[in-house]
Nanobody, 112 residues
Framework: QVQLVESGGGLVQAGGSLRLSCAASGNIFSVTAAAWYRQAPGKQRELVADITRRGSTNYVDSVKGRFTISRDNAKNTVYLQMNSLKPEDTAVYYC??????WGQGTQVTVSS
C-alpha cells in the first residue's frame, strides 16, 4: 500500500509563499501522474495542478502564473510552490498519485 504524506502547509499573509511537499512511501511517482487538489470549507474538492510522468503540467486558471508543480522521482516527492498567495487559496491541500492514492491533506491559510 502506497502512503503519501503532505507537509509544508501553514498560515501566511496575502502575497506570501509556501512550498508543499508530498512524499511517497515508494516510487509511485515514477510510474504514474501526480496532482494537487484542494478543498475549501463548504466547497467541492478541485484540481489545482497535475504533472504527468513525462513532466507535462496543467493548472487551474486561478493559480496559473502563481503556482508551480514539480516532481523529484529520485526522492519520490512531488512539490507545489505557491507564490503570491491570496485569501481565496485557503483550503486543505491534498496530493494524489494517479488519483488512486491520496494523502491526508495539509492546511493552507492565507490571511488578508
Amino acid at each position: 500500500q502506497v502512503q503519501l504524506v503532505e507537509s509544508g502547509g501553514g498560515l501566511v499573509q496575502a502575497g506570501g509563499s509556501l512550498r508543499l511537499s508530498c512524499a511517497a512511501s515508494g516510487n509511485i511517482f515514477s510510474v504514474t501522474a501526480a496532482a494537487w487538489y484542494r478543498q475549501a470549507p463548504g466547497k467541492q474538492r478541485e484540481l489545482v495542478a497535475d504533472i504527468t510522468r513525462r513532466g507535462s503540467t496543467n493548472y487551474v486558471d486561478s493559480v496559473k502564473g502563481r503556482f508551480t508543480i514539480s516532481r523529484d522521482n529520485a526522492k519520490n516527492t512531488v512539490y507545489l510552490q505557491m507564490n503570491s498567495l491570496k485569501p481565496e487559496d485557503t483550503a486543505v491541500y491534498y496530493c494524489t498519485a494517479g488519483r488512486m492514492f491520496w494523502g491526508q491533506g495539509t492546511q493552507v491559510t492565507v490571511s488578508s
